[in-house]
Every structure is written in C-alpha cells, then in structure tokens.
C-alpha cells in the first residue's frame, strides 16, 4: 500500500501540506468541501505536487517537514527545480548575493500569496 504526501493549490492562492493513503479519494473530499476547514473555505483546489512512500511514517514525516517550508521553496519542489530547491534550502544570510533562480517567487510566506 502506498502513502502520499501533497501540496494542493487553492483558490486563493494558498498552499495546504496533507497526507492520505487514497490520493485520489482524499482530493476528492478537498475539492467537495467538509473535510477540512483551511481547503472548504478556499475552493476550488488543484493538486501541486504528489510523492508516494512506503509508510504513512514517511509520508507524515514529510508532510511535517514540507508545511514548514517557504512557498519558494514549495514551488521549487513543485516544478522539481532541484537548483532553487537547494537555494531556498540555505537560510537567507547564507544564500549567495545572486539573484534566486529564474522565475521563483522570494516570498517566505508559507502560505499566502505574495504582498498578503
């Protein structure tokens, strides 16, 4: 049996970090609304980004670690931008004096859109 963790995009903008063992139902019951408070209130939602595990351990492993996460950083994992990915990894004083890699978002909010 597989686990997963995913990202789902609302429609507000906003990132929500979850893990199920039936992707396909749990996506379902997000966008039909009910299920979760932070989705119910933001739909219609889509899914961002989906990985499997062998274990629900590792699939609430990741999603603990992922929620935590920058929306750059996210969105990198998203688009599987292993470059940006790292990039964002580093706290910012470490970062290099360079601009981030083409196209990401800087925002260190979490969830929310840029600017709110």
Same mark, same amino acid.
């Given at each position: 049996m597989?686990? %997963?963790?995913?990202i789902? @995009?609302?429609s507000?903008g906003?990132?929500?970090t979850?893990?199920?063992d039936?992707l /396909?139902r @749990?996506?379902? *019951? &997000?966008? &039909? ?7 119910s209130?933001? $739909?219609?939602?889509?899914l961002? %980004? =989906?990985?499997?595990?062998? +274990?629900?351990?590792e699939? $609430? &492993?990741a999603? $603990?670690?992922?929620k ?7 969105e990198? $994992?998203a688009r #599987? /931008?292993?470059?940006?990915?790292? &990039?964002f =990894?580093?706290?910012p #004083? *470490?970062?290099s004096?360079? !601009?981030p890699p *083409?196209?990401v #978002? !800087? +925002?260190l909010?979490?969830?929310?859109? /840029?600017?709110?």
């Amino acid at each position: 049996m597989a686990f %997963w963790c995913y990202i789902l @995009r609302c429609s507000d903008g906003k990132y929500y970090t979850g893990h199920t063992d039936d992707l /396909d139902r @749990r996506i379902a *019951e &997000h966008q &039909h609304g009910g299920y979760c408070d932070f989705t119910s209130k933001r $739909l219609p939602v889509m899914l961002l %980004w =989906a990985q499997d595990f062998p +274990s629900r351990y590792e699939a $609430l &492993h990741a999603e $603990l670690k992922v929620k935590k996460w920058s929306r750059a950083k996210k969105e990198a $994992l998203a688009r #599987s /931008d292993w470059q940006a990915l790292s &990039h964002f =990894a580093k706290p910012p #004083s *470490e970062r290099s004096t360079g !601009t981030p890699p *083409e196209g990401v #978002s !800087t +925002s260190l909010d979490t969830n929310g859109v /840029d600017g709110q």
